[in-house]
């Protein structure tokens, strides 16, 4: 799993990747429940750091944010991937 650079308040960020995987659903099911308000993130830049420090753009979710977040059954269901 890829490290992100923590946020000024200290908290780690998750790609939207990172976090559909961490709850065990897809990217989409993640990016609805943003869409929907559901879920807490913010777009900007973030750090990579695999084999080399990579800068790059996307959304950013923070843990806190995703263990706050709560996702129903039936979504749970209709968002696993097979």
Do not use: D
Not at 24 to 52: P, S
């Amino acid at each position: 799993m890829a490290k992100k650079k923590p946020t000024e308040s200290g908290e780690k960020l998750l790609s939207i990747a990172e976090a559909a995987k961490h709850l065990g659903v897809t990217r989409q099911t993640i990016h609805a429940a943003i869409k929907r308000k559901q879920l807490k993130a913010t777009k900007g830049k973030f750090t990579v750091q695999k084999f080399v420090t990579v800068t790059r753009r996307g959304w950013c979710v923070a843990l806190a944010a995703l263990e706050a977040y709560k996702i129903s059954t039936h979504h749970q269901e209709a968002g696993k991937k097979n």
